[in-house]
């Protein structure tokens, strides 16, 4: 066999390494864990909810609301930890987004209150992202376990495990803002119609006024040439 045909076919056995070696760290590869929890939900008049939701020691909290639909759009939120203490609040606003890090170990409470108004109902949609609260299967200490094989084509096992992590954030990211994405435009639909129904409402109030006021000139100009009295020859 000539050099060349030795020189391909050792290229050619380490990229199939390769190959194999980044499926099989894709396949087994536990990422951080990351939680992203999504809900909606109608938030009656004169009510306060509270959702609670637990949290790991030494991690991260994102919480994003927005009220999609509902007369005035807004809502009161706050965020209480473990142990009873405030950490954000907002008056009467139509979204928000907060973070809480580092966290504690307990449940955070999480509230959404209407009791300002008496009688619009409001639907609220949220997302709770927690992030640095533990893997499965060891994370790091699996990694640090692992023997590192000798570098082939300058590769090394650790620059695998950073792309693949890398590509993992990236989709998730990609998810969530898609996510929130869908609210907005939720948000934005049931605005357009809202105010669909509010200018034919109004359009057509104005068209009878129009009518009436119409026959009423009509009504004031006949009665004008009209004359009731009879003339004696």
């Given at each position: 066999m000539s050099v060349r045909g030795r020189r391909a076919s050792f290229i050619s056995a380490g990229v199939r390494f390769i190959v194999i070696l980044g499926l099989s760290v894709a396949s087994c590869w536990p990422f951080r864990q990351s939680q992203d929890i999504e809900f909606t939900f109608l938030l009656p008049p004169g009510r306060v909810e509270c959702f609670y939701q637990p949290v790991a020691k030494n991690g991260s909290m994102e919480v994003e609301y927005q009220v999609i639909a509902g007369a005035g759009m807004d809502v009161d939120f706050t965020i209480v930890s473990p142990h009873g203490y405030l950490l954000t609040?907002?008056?009467?606003?139509?979204?928000?987004?907060?973070?809480?890090?580092?966290?504690?170990?307990?449940?955070?409470?999480?509230?959404?209150?209407?009791?300002?108004?008496?009688?619009?109902?409001?639907?609220?949609?949220?997302?709770?992202?927690?992030?640095?609260?533990?893997?499965?299967?060891g994370g790091d200490d699996e990694w640090a376990d692992m023997v590192e094989p000798e570098s082939m084509l300058e590769y090394k096992l650790e620059d695998i495990r950073e792309s693949v992590e890398s590509v993992h954030r990236r989709l998730e990211r990609s998810r969530q803002m898609q996510t929130l994405l869908r609210a907005f435009e939720a948000r934005d639909r049931n605005l357009l119609e809202d105010n669909l129904w509010r200018v034919s409402f109004w359009s057509c109030v104005s068209l009878l006024v129009m009518l009436g006021v119409a026959l009423t000139q009509v009504y004031t100009l006949r009665s004008l040439f009209h004359d009731k009295r009879r003339v004696h020859t």
């Amino acid at each position: 066999m000539s050099v060349r045909g030795r020189r391909a076919s050792f290229i050619s056995a380490g990229v199939r390494f390769i190959v194999i070696l980044g499926l099989s760290v894709a396949s087994c590869w536990p990422f951080r864990q990351s939680q992203d929890i999504e809900f909606t939900f109608l938030l009656p008049p004169g009510r306060v909810e509270c959702f609670y939701q637990p949290v790991a020691k030494n991690g991260s909290m994102e919480v994003e609301y927005q009220v999609i639909a509902g007369a005035g759009m807004d809502v009161d939120f706050t965020i209480v930890s473990p142990h009873g203490y405030l950490l954000t609040s907002d008056f009467r606003k139509s979204d928000g987004i907060h973070t809480v890090e580092p966290t504690e170990e307990g449940d955070y409470r999480i509230c959404f209150d209407n009791s300002f108004s008496r009688v619009s109902e409001k639907m609220v949609f949220f997302e709770v992202i927690l992030d640095g609260q533990g893997a499965e299967g060891g994370g790091d200490d699996e990694w640090a376990d692992m023997v590192e094989p000798e570098s082939m084509l300058e590769y090394k096992l650790e620059d695998i495990r950073e792309s693949v992590e890398s590509v993992h954030r990236r989709l998730e990211r990609s998810r969530q803002m898609q996510t929130l994405l869908r609210a907005f435009e939720a948000r934005d639909r049931n605005l357009l119609e809202d105010n669909l129904w509010r200018v034919s409402f109004w359009s057509c109030v104005s068209l009878l006024v129009m009518l009436g006021v119409a026959l009423t000139q009509v009504y004031t100009l006949r009665s004008l040439f009209h004359d009731k009295r009879r003339v004696h020859t």
